[in-house]
């Protein structure tokens, strides 16, 4: 039996329900999540020994010259072939740095947010790793409108939500790391779906090369 799947969980700034985040992380049973603030992971000299990242930040404004962040991001993240994986407001970081555009695959991140939508989510590619053996599924969940990712991305989900971006998952390579972007993931509404958990734990086990 494979080891664990061990992630980095980095946050910062934005509020969350804690108590249902961790119950929908727990019901991963071969992944081993250790949830952390962003100073604190790239002030972690371990850092490197997570075989996959979930950015659940929402960070503003863009990092300032020698900040270790910036430093981490410009210089390290990607490099290692470490997975990499942005959820929900993960995308929406640093809304004018070219450098976060290019990890997300979508330039120009400005957006609004509606909540409660009601978002039919379709497959498109039946046959990618993230997405076999999923079927068409409907959540409630907060959604963005603003610009898609670019055409140089792998689009895996789509939504007709009009008040949303088209585009509801996706996966790039960015240096060396495998990204997947997964735009869904609000609150319990959308977490407790067995359609939701299911797309995000196969994203993150291809992200980390385990599909």
Known sequence: MPDKLRVAVILEWHPF??????????????????????????AD??????????????????????????????????????????????????????????????????????????????????????????????IVDETYLMDGPTPDNHVLVTTDNQLSVPVLAWTRQYKNARVFCYASGHDNQTWSSPDFRQLLHSGLLWAAHRN
């Not at 961790?22 to 991963?28: K, Q, V, W």
């Not at 072939?81 to 970081?93: A, E, K, P, T």
């Not at 997405?131 to 068409?136: E, K, N, R, V």
Request: glycine share 8%.
């Open 17 to 42: 329900d804690v108590l249902h985040f961790y119950e929908m992380l727990r019901s991963f049973d071969d992944v081993e999540f250790f949830v952390q603030p962003w100073d604190i992971f790239v």
């Open 45 to 138: 000299p371990a850092r490197q020994s997570y075989d996959a990242l979930l950015f659940y930040n929402m960070s503003f404004p863009l990092p300032p010259e020698g900040d270790s962040r910036r430093r981490y991001v410009e210089d390290e993240l990607g490099t290692s072939g470490q997975g990499i994986v942005l959820l929900h407001h993960g995308i929406l970081s640093y809304e004018a740095w070219p450098v976060w555009d290019a990890v997300s695959g979508v330039p120009g991140r400005s957006f609004t947010y509606h909540q409660g939508e009601t978002v039919h989510c379709k497959i498109v590619d039946e046959a990618d790793p993230i997405t076999a053996g999923m079927d068409d599924f409907t």
